[in-house]
């Protein structure tokens, strides 16, 4: 169960972040109350949620997932791929070092947390455009420390591991085509997002309910199979720039 989240609001110059979306330009009042109803949707599932201020000179610091890994016991602060977001962990070492001791990646490690995946004991990291071997050499020596497994995944598609693979429970994960019957998470039954709704599968578990985006309507009936309670957020302006339900929040 998680208690808390770190959250982040997009900050007057989000439109500058990164994206490789064709959409239109992202409106930042929506995003704002985008972000509102997220917060309010951690809370209502039993989460204290820290709000931090807009980070100037970083527009993709909204997307607080990628500056670091939580697990019970520990953060590690991480080393962002992109080097326009690699300072914008420095504002985030304050805020996570009230709750876990700190570990690091160091250069020339890079990883984002939008490629790592934790299921229990076990964690997926991916190797992407963002999160190189050496970084993801790291994470795993360190996971190693705290009794937790690691299995490296090639990240082809997509742009982080989350946006095409997530644990959904019921030993289920909700994945993209492009990650189906990947040898690494065969013993899992998976969930494959119909054709066009590929972005549904950054879908988001949290204290056992499944929060997914806005109008994946073909992916919601499948996940119905589950049983778990299921709630929508509309995130049309954190898509615009790559990012979704994951990618928003650091949760422990
Ligand atoms: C970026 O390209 O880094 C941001 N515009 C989006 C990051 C999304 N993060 C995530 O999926 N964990």
Known sequence: MFSHAITRIPGPDYSKGLTTSTLPAPDLELALRQHGAYVRCLESLGLTVEVLPAAPGFPDACFVEDTAVVTREIAVISRPGAPSRRDEILSMIGPLSAHRPLARIEDPGTLDGGDILQVEKRFFIGVSDRTNEEGARQLAAILAGHGYESSIIKVAAGLHLKSSLNFVGENTMLVTRDFAGHPTISNFRQIIC???????????????????????????????????????????????????????????
């Open 194 to 252: 119909p054709e066009g709704e590929e972005y549904a599968a950054n879908t988001l578990l949290v204290n056992g309910t499944l929060i997914m985006p806005t109008g994946y309507p073909r992916t919601r009936v499948l996940l119905e199979s589950l049983s778990l309670p299921i709630v929508e957020l509309d995130t049309s302006e954190y898509r615009k720039m790559d990012g979704g339900l994951t990618c928003l929040s650091l949760r422990l």
